[in-house]
């Protein structure tokens, strides 16, 4: 099983639409939870960092249920500027640094 | 705000020759880099850890022979790719990671893509 498992999609939506990803890791121990955004051929940058209590930022809203071992992000009013790829990212160990990518899922926002 | 640089950011080689990628922290002293790897439609994958002044850390199934890793300065890291052959082309990005407005921040370069012919 694989320490943190996406559906890769591709998700294709209208602008506008409201689309939802979710991401399972396996280390019930994992305390640092991080969406990141990755462009084609391009570094990933982080987006944000996940909490139990929830948080968004704008459109962008993510949440943590450290019982399901499950993490979310939800975009909301999609734009087309947010076609990427969105990876879950855990960190391994507590403060170690070690992140752990999932596979990402490919957005794709059309006119 | 913080960056980390990586040079090349590209490099095409041939069989058998060795490369070097560089990455340098450029605002901030990075206690520990990570040097990553991404295949084609694939995820990052952790190579190794590296701290400043000690031998790196190396992920299971990543050989420290081949793959040479050197954290002289807190600013700088190397990635030395040893007798490079084409199922080493890949996309290698590092990410250092500093302590910034008193919290552990960690930053990715750009990356640096490899083709071996």
């Known amino acids: 099983r694989k320490e943190v498992e996406q559906d890769p999609g591709p998700f294709n939506v209208p602008e506008g639409a409201t689309v939802a990803f979710n991401c399972t890791y396996s280390n019930s121990a994992s305390q640092s939870f991080f969406w990141y955004r990755q462009d084609c051929r391009k570094e990933p940058k982080l987006l944000m960092s996940v909490y139990s209590s929830g948080n968004e930022d704008g459109r962008f809203t993510a949440q943590l249920n450290r019982a399901s071992q499950y993490i979310s992000l939800l975009i909301r009013d999609s734009k087309l500027s947010d076609s990427a790829t969105y990876l879950c990212v855990v960190e391994g160990s507590s403060n170690t640094g070690k992140l752990i990518f999932g596979q990402g899922t490919t957005l794709q926002v059309k006119p | 705000g913080a960056v980390v640089s990586q040079h090349p950011s590209w490099v095409i080689c041939k069989s058998g020759t060795s490369v070097k990628i560089e990455c340098r922290s450029l605002?901030?002293?990075?206690?520990?880099m990570f040097w990553y790897r991404q295949f084609p439609k694939q995820s990052l994958m952790l190579m190794a850890t590296s701290n400043e002044g000690s031998k790196a850390t190396y992920e299971q199934g990543v050989e420290k022979d081949k793959f040479l890793i050197n954290h002289a300065s807190l600013t700088l890291s190397t990635l030395t790719v040893t007798s490079a052959h084409p199922e080493d082309s890949s996309f290698y990005i590092c990410s250092a990671r500093g302590r910034l407005a008193g919290a552990d921040t960690q930053y990715f370069g750009p990356g640096t893509r490899l083709t071996v012919l």
């Open positions: 605002d901030f002293q990075a206690t520990t």
